[in-house]
């Protein structure tokens, strides 16, 4: 179990330019999750893969945010025209759902991606 | 948008003694999980707690929780100045939540020796 890996550690871009964020999840996980954690706050919900399949996405997840899982592995995230209150660590967490057990499985965390917008 | 608020915000306490935090949260749930996360990383689980259990114990740790006042503590025993982090308490919704955990705002605690 090598756990979650997070690229890059830390990106600070230009406001109006497009970033793009990588996690490598726990290889035996089929759940993918994505977060995103301002100071002082709580992770919020940005949406989630089964494999392959997006199967939820939060209102936070603006047409300027796009996810994608290829192959059911990695998944990465891009954000495009960058804005200042784009800035937070970006949060990606893997699981392991079983049949008749989706709600109960614990996530693993990666380090995060903390963005900076200037 | 945050589901629980964990009460209180920061707490700090002397190595050896013994720290609370409060979470509530508003509607059903299927289970509770707390998480630690320290400066500047992930969050890493400590213990989940399901609708139909009122507490729950690994090691230092004693977890409760009440359906009927939609709220669970976290209890740490003999803490230590390792133990010193932010701890959040994260909820699984029975309807409309879908497959996510859904975060409260956090307690900071920290442990002095």
């Known amino acids: 179990d090598t756990g979650v890996s997070q690229n890059p550690r830390h990106k600070i871009t230009k406001r109006g330019q497009n970033v793009t964020f990588r996690c490598d999840p726990i290889s035996e996980h089929n759940r993918l999750y994505w977060y995103r954690q301002t100071l002082g706050q709580g992770p919020e919900f940005l949406t989630y893969?089964?494999?392959?399949?997006?199967?939820?996405k939060s209102r936070l997840l603006s047409d300027r945010f796009s996810a994608e899982r290829p192959k059911g592995s990695f998944s990465t995230l891009e954000i495009q025209r960058t804005e200042q209150g784009d800035s937070a660590m970006y949060l990606c967490?893997?699981?392991?759902?079983?049949?008749?057990?989706?709600?109960?499985?614990?996530?693993?965390f990666g380090n995060g991606t903390r963005l900076t917008v200037t | 948008s945050q589901q629980g608020e964990e009460d209180p915000q920061a707490l700090s306490i002397q190595e050896g003694e013994n720290a609370t935090m409060n979470c509530s949260y508003k509607?059903?749930?299927?289970?509770l999980q707390w998480y630690r996360q320290n400066s500047g990383r992930g969050l890493v689980h400590l213990i989940l707690i399901r609708s139909n259990e009122r507490e729950k114990h690994s090691g230092r740790l004693r977890v409760t929780l009440d359906t009927s006042k939609k709220s669970s503590s976290l209890l740490i025993t003999a803490s230590r100045a390792a133990d010193t982090a932010s701890y959040f308490c994260a909820t699984a919704q029975i309807t409309g939540g879908g497959n996510k955990l859904t975060f409260g705002t956090g307690t900071q605690l920290k442990v002095e020796l």
């Open positions: 509607t059903s749930i299927n289970n």
């Open positions: 967490a893997s699981s392991l759902a079983r049949m008749g057990g989706s709600y109960n499985s614990p996530l693993h």
């Open positions: 893969f089964q494999n392959e399949a997006q199967l939820e």
